[in-house]
């Protein structure tokens, strides 16, 4: 069972820490996406009536984007600022190949009904969320495929490690440091067992997330006499409802900010989400709006459907949701986590951190614990084997290298031009470049000495990174905090890469004095072997 | 969630752990020399507070935030206070439970704000 | 895995190593075939609304295959391992085959 706990574990960490590494900041995707665009940092402008950003959308999607399959328009939520809108290009013109490639959105300013063109083009926070199931630089569907098998995995470690942990009560609060290996295993028990209702959690939602792509055998079972898999969708997921072939016959497009006062109405007064219009401009129109997700537990978003040329309504989806689908919602929502308050979501990013230093923790103790057993062979002149040597180079390159790449994201954001073309891709270019120098560099030098230049570099860039804010932007800490003018979520997000930051180079100072430690024990034993070599572990 | 009603269930479990903690051998041995073990009425004693402090801390948080979402945010208060206890019980052996104290003597201060708030 | 001997002088043994990776196959294999069979014969024989059942055996499936992940590596043996998984798979496929063909089952 350890066995089985070891190589679920290992095999799978290193994508596992970038699921995390994404996952743990889409909590606060919003804010990063606020702090990315400083242009909207001075704005602290009156919600904008939702009849007004209504009908500003619809001009603007009219006159850009007439002949679209279908328009997305999403109303500025509570913590968003912009608004987005999005439309699907009509196949043919040049554009090939599905709905998801023919996906254009961009954002306007609810008030003016104007492209935020003065903005910075950023994917923001967007990115990391994405990051964290998407991947890129592939098709989504590999990338989900891949992550899901990743969980399986971790799922399976989860419940093997809790089994073969015999001693979970005992070593509850078990830490001891400056032990070399058995520290490594208390570090990661602690950050394992204390937040083991999240992680279980967290993985557990993570694949119903995913489910109906990598289990679709039960809707296609169920369903394949009652309509197939789009009747199933379509109960399940009303947003997608509505999408029939256009009859090619023009029609004008009744007022959509009466249907959306009417749909409040039938909600009560709750705010709306998003509304989706079908064939915009053709006589089968649909409108299909969604209710925002309360802050109950559950993901679930009713949907109301009306015909787009006479406004009637035609069906209405989720109001009375049957138990299963209050489970499914409610598993859903606490992957997302939208219902939860400021200190419920620092609880949750702190978990995710705690889940990054799991993995970390178990790819390092799995290092240590293997150059302890080569160690005989590796004095008598043997090299180090090839896993092992793997294992230590990756672990750098994961566990350091992962800061290095989200720093340098962030770096980008405010050094990158303005008007560079593709501005957006190239942050994440960057992301990745920064990623892969630091990996490779680790390849070459899977030592101490490149554990601590990553460390020390990834520290130097999160902790430059307010300083950073202070020489390019108008909302640097000395305004946000100490004249308190705010926003509030640029201040906050400087002062927590600011901590991170801080932690890093904690992290170097200690393997620094372990370095000196050493090279003073080697300097008063000329004789001593080459196991001292070692990256992490204490030789106490 | 306030402030104050996150304190108070942080305050709550961070108390209720070091009590589990000390009904330990391991644990209360750092206190009191080595090979001591608490006496059995003691240790259930200790236990019993413990798990008391537990659900307290849960009650407070569904209190405030509902059964569901209260108990997923009571979770995360039990995760964060175990969190302080291992750094308190590796860092501060000999001064844990003084520091337990004083969060024990704070409780009933953030009760009654916590009450106060949760009234008007 | 206890019953037998991993490792000789040179390293593990080749009995041992087939050993493992055998079991590793009936999890991963065997695993996925079994949360999918379940999911099919659950998606069809729960007793409520077609949705739902759909949802909730789905929801259930990923708890199922860790079950046999787990199964696999606690049996005494990889032989055993692949009987335990082998037994409850025919059964659901039966199972299965009933349901889809409506004969006896709904």
């Known amino acids: 069972m350890a066995w089985l706990h070891t190589w679920c574990g290992l095999l799978v960490c290193w994508v596992l820490l970038l699921v995390f590494a994404g996952g743990t900041a889409s909590y606060y995707k919003e804010e990063i996406s606020l702090w990315m665009m400083p242009e909207l940092h001075a704005t602290r402008s009156a919600p904008v009536p939702q009849a007004q950003a209504i009908e500003h959308a619809v001009a603007y999607l009219q006159q850009k984007a007439p002949r679209a399959e279908r328009w997305f328009i999403t109303l500025p939520a509570e913590r968003s600022v912009a608004m987005r809108v999005g439309w699907v290009a009509p196949a043919g013109d040049g554009n090939g190949g599905s709905a998801r490639s023919r996906f254009k959105s961009e954002r306007i300013d609810a008030a003016t009904g104007q492209p935020l063109a003065q903005v910075r083009d950023t994917r923001g926070g967007e990115f990391l969320y994405r990051l964290h199931f998407d991947l890129h630089y592939m098709p989504v569907q590999w990338a989900r495929w891949i992550v899901s098998i990743c969980a399986l995995f971790m799922l399976v470690a989860i419940i093997s490690g809790v089994i073969t942990h015999k001693r979970i009560f005992k070593d509850f609060f078990t830490f001891r440091p400056h032990k070399g290996q058995r520290s490594w295993l208390d570090a990661h028990n602690a950050t394992a067992v204390l937040a083991l209702p999240f992680h279980l959690m967290i993985t557990y939602t993570g694949l119903v997330t995913l489910m109906f792509m990598i289990m679709p055998w039960g809707v296609q079972s169920a369903y394949r006499d009652k309509g197939g898999e789009t009747a199933f969708f379509e109960t399940v997921f009303p947003g997608t409802a509505g999408r029939v072939k256009p009859a090619g016959v023009a029609a004008p497009l009744t007022a959509l900010a009466p249907l959306a006062a009417q749909a409040q109405q039938h909600w009560q007064g709750a705010p709306l989400a998003v509304l989706v219009v079908n064939n915009p401009g053709d006589v089968k129109a649909t409108v299909v709006i969604t209710r925002q997700k309360m802050s109950t537990l559950s993901s679930l978003q009713p949907g109301l459907m009306y015909q787009g040329v006479t406004g009637e309504r035609l069906a209405a989806y989720g109001d009375d949701p049957s138990a299963t689908a209050v489970t499914r919602g409610a598993l859903y929502g606490l992957h997302l986590a939208h219902f939860a308050d400021p200190w419920l979501r620092a609880l949750f990013f702190l978990c995710g951190l705690s889940g990054y230093l799991m993995v970390a923790s178990g790819a390092l103790l799995w290092a240590v614990k293997t150059r302890q057993k080569e160690a005989k062979a590796i004095a008598g002149g043997a090299r180090a084997s090839f896993g092992l040597r793997l294992v230590e180079a990756l672990n750098i390159g994961a566990i350091a290298g992962l800061p290095i790449a989200l720093a340098s994201y962030f770096w980008a954001n405010r050094l990158l031009p303005l008007e560079l073309h593709q501005r957006a891709q190239m942050e994440i270019n960057l992301f990745f470049a920064a990623w892969a120098v630091a990996a490779a560099l680790a390849q070459v030098r899977p030592d101490l000495r490149m554990w601590r230049l990553q460390l020390g570099l990834g520290a130097a860039l999160f902790i430059g990174l307010p300083l950073l804010n202070v020489f390019t932007t108008q909302s640097h800490l000395g305004v946000t905090l100490l004249l308190g003018r705010g926003p509030w979520p640029v201040a906050a997000f400087d002062l927590t890469v600011l901590a991170l930051g801080i932690a890093l180079a904690m992290a170097e100072r200690v393997l620094a004095r372990r370095q000196r430690k050493r090279q003073d024990g080697l300097q008063a034993a000329p004789a001593k072997s080459r196991v001292e070599r070692d990256p992490v572990e204490e030789t106490a | 969630m306030t402030a104050l009603g996150f304190l108070l269930a942080l305050g709550l479990a961070y108390c209720a752990w070091s009590a589990l903690a000390l009904a330990m051998d391991r644990h209360y041995a750092e206190l009191h020399g080595r090979g001591a073990e608490p006496a059995p009425p003691v240790r259930r004693r200790l236990r019993q507070l413990g798990v008391l402090g537990l659900v307290a801390s849960l009650a407070v948080t569904m209190r405030m935030q509902g059964w569901s979402v209260g108990m997923v945010a009571g979770l995360g208060v039990l995760t964060l206070s175990a969190l302080l206890q291992v750094l308190a019980l590796t860092y501060w052996p000999t001064r844990g439970p003084a520091l337990t104290r004083f969060v024990l003597f704070g409780l009933p201060v953030l009760l009654l704000l916590w009450a106060m708030e949760n009234l008007l | ?106």
Not at chain 3, 22 to 31: C, E, K, T
Not at chain 3, 43 to 60: C, E
């Open chain 3, 1 to 106: 895995m206890a019953s037998m001997k991993p490792i000789s002088s040179s390293g593990p043994t080749l009995h041992y190593r087939l050993a493992v990776f055998s079991r590793a196959l009936a999890a991963v294999g065997g695993g996925y075939v079994i949360s999918t069979l379940s999911t099919m014969v659950l998606a069809r024989l729960l007793p409520m609304a077609p949705a739902d059942a759909v949802m909730t055996a789905t929801m259930l499936s990923f708890a199922i295959f860790t079950c046999a992940v787990i199964w696999v590596f606690a049996a005494r043996s990889a032989a055993r391992s692949w009987l335990g998984l082998a037994l409850p798979a025919l059964l659901l496929a039966l199972l299965a085959w009933l349901t889809e063909t409506g004969s006896v089952l709904p």
